[in-house]
């Protein structure tokens, strides 16, 4: 009987455990889902700079949030699991700024010059480890 018992409550913390990670993964999984979607949401859509800038501080605030360090030149260090990077391409001056550029230079500015430009997500990158969104890429499409 004593040998049933044991077999029962044994069975039962096995069953706990893996009931428990299976429900942390699911919630991991759709943590990361919802993030990404707001993210995804830009891929291939025509925004303006003032859409732009929102995109700019939801990536600062983010990777503050995650204590994603910065490198010597101010930029964010790839951490392998949840940092963002974001380059914008302006076709002004055929060149390409990081958003640690952009957003150090004042966000008021770049809105000053480019509130009505229209950009395009034209590429987006994940994380192999988390498959969390890790990189994007705008393109000034207008003047």
């Not at 503050?64 to 001056?93: A, C, E, H, P, R």
Request: hydrophobic share 35%; aromatic share 14%; charged share 25%.
């Amino acid at each position: 009987m004593k040998k049933l018992a044991i077999f029962f409550v044994v069975g039962f913390i096995i069953i706990a455990i893996i009931a428990y990670m299976y429900l942390n993964y699911k919630k991991n999984y759709n943590e990361i889902q919802i993030k990404n979607a707001t993210y995804e949401g830009y891929k291939d859509r025509e925004i303006y700079g003032t859409d732009l800038v929102t995109v700019i501080n939801k990536i600062v605030d983010d990777n503050q949030k995650n204590s994603v360090k910065k490198d010597d030149k101010g930029l964010y260090i790839d951490n392998g699991t949840n940092s963002v990077k974001m380059d914008i391409k302006f076709t002004d001056d055929d060149s390409i700024h990081t958003i640690e550029e952009i957003y150090s230079g004042g966000t008021e500015v770049f809105l000053q010059y480019y509130n009505q430009i229209r950009f395009k997500c034209t590429k987006i990158e994940y994380h192999n480890k988390t498959r969390r969104v890790s990189y994007m890429y705008f393109e000034q499409i207008a003047t």
